[in-house]
């Protein structure tokens, strides 16, 4: 038997882990993540599935720990290759059966729900869903039975002593499953960097309820669309202040409606309004649920900030609340959606000013106590960039377990797990795959927008005779992201008589479908750009005969 590591190991998101014996196999979660280089234009990331593909296992199932996107996103594009059976709780599938529904698919989904505590079958694995807290309501952990032992599967988690549901962190079943032997741990590694214990989620509504309290006009707040714990919080605090609540953003308003149909959001008619009926409220009777806090451009928190929103504007006397933390990579753009909220006369409240946000991932005491709960024989840490993983070994052999039983595993990496112990197995196909609406594609796209970006383009344009392979007319050089004038720089007059000198230099007659002509044209060109400027853009020769 053996565990298979397809995302979300050695770099955040894109969580994918297959576990198979005997030619059958369940996957866990399959997610999805987004650039870093959203100037690009690329659409999202999703994990490789060639192995899956290739390797002829039967897919017995997937099981859904939460629904965030980077473990849920990708989940169409294994259904369009594997269609079988997908479990997850019933805020998880709610949120899928949304991103399903976007996907479009043909074909018929099999969801079935699943709760805290349930055991289900799948081929030779029986599975047992375990509560855990985290920033999304009913997340799970999986105790997975095989013929080699009990694997635990932490999913993301914390250990909240007072979440804002009332249900708490399993730690009883934990516990049970320690005492009765577990083979190995798979555990979040994402917070290991920070000591002592993540903060309670039910910890912000004090400081939410001071925010709302100093707003002399409206209240804003933007957070991840899928963390209903948050959203319940600030529909609570309005309510205190005789505030109603309209949410801004599809996605959000979508996620509210979810959280009112799953019975996440239980509150009297009328207390979520549109941003039609909003605009007959007095500013200190309105809060706002806003997306984009991540400062995502056309989200309805950059809209304020750049004062274009449709139907609200900022003023004075509001407060707006970005309370989430600031993705690496996101802080430049972040930066400058609260510098025009400020100029819009916003008071702006981040975590960096007030503590406005709590992770959703267990710090360093917590995770000990998952060890310390569960006593496995052996640890693999997921969820996590490689210095996360790494730190997670060594808290792993502090807490107890040796070192030659703790595996620090990449995507593509594989353990072998029998019933005397583990050891490393073969690589397989691994990786990440560009997505473009329903089209993936290898990540050489990611490289020639690159390049398209940092040296531009050039279309050479080139006439001749279809008699006499003279040239009539050309060559005419059109830039894009080169250099300014399209044609009438110096640079350009250079390059073009570049290439008439190397045309001149091969000699003619010249024909449309020689690839020395086109060759010739692009290496003159992009030589010469190389030489003067350090570029070398994309050239696009065009040889046309008449």
Partial sequence: MRIVALGGLGEIGLNLMAVECAGRAIVIDCGMMFPDEPALGIGAYVPRMTWLEQSHLTIEAVVLTHAHEDHIGALAHLLRRFNVPVYGTDVTLAFTRRRLAESELDEKIDLRTIAPRDVFAAGPFTIE????????????????????????????????????????????????????????????????????????????????????????????????????????????????????????????????????????????????????????????????????????????????????????RIEHGDVVVLSSRFIPGNERTINTLVNRLYRQGAEVVYDAVAPVHVSGHASQDELAELITLTRPKNFIPIHGEYRHLSRHVSLAIAAGIPEQNCFLLEDGDSIVLNGTGARRGARVDAGRVIVEGVDAGDMSLLGERRMLARDGTVTAILVVSAQTGRILMGPDLVSRGLVSGNGTSEHMRRATDEVRRRLGAIGGPFRANESRVKEEIVRAIRNYFSDELGKRPLVIPYVTEV
Avoid: C, W
């Fill in 129 to 312: 869903a375990i509560r855990v807290t985290h920033s999304t309501p009913n997340s799970i952990a999986l105790a997975i039975r095989t013929p080699a032992g009990i694997i635990i599967h932490s999913g993301d988690f914390k250990i909240d002593d007072a979440p804002v549901d009332g249900e708490m962190f399993d730690r009883e079943r934990f516990a049970q499953l320690g005492a009765e032997g577990v083979a190995l741990l798979m555990s979040d590694s994402t917070n290991v960097e920070r000591p002592g214990r993540s903060g309670s989620e039910s910890s912000l509504k004090p400081i939410l309820r001071e925010l709302t309290s100093r707003a002399r006009g409206r209240f804003f707040l933007s957070a991840f669309s899928s963390h209903l714990h948050r959203i319940r919080q600030v529909v609570e605090v309005s309510r205190e202040f005789g505030r109603r609540v309209a949410p801004l953003g599809r996605r959000i308003a979508e996620s509210v409606r979810l959280g009112m149909e799953i019975g996440q959001l239980n509150f009297p008619p009328g207390m979520f309004v549109t941003p039609d009926e909003a605009e007959f409220l007095e500013p200190h009777r309105l809060s706002y649920l806003a997306s984009g806090s991540q400062g995502e451009p056309m989200s309805a928190l950059a809209k304020l900030g750049a004062d274009s929103h449709p139907r609200v």
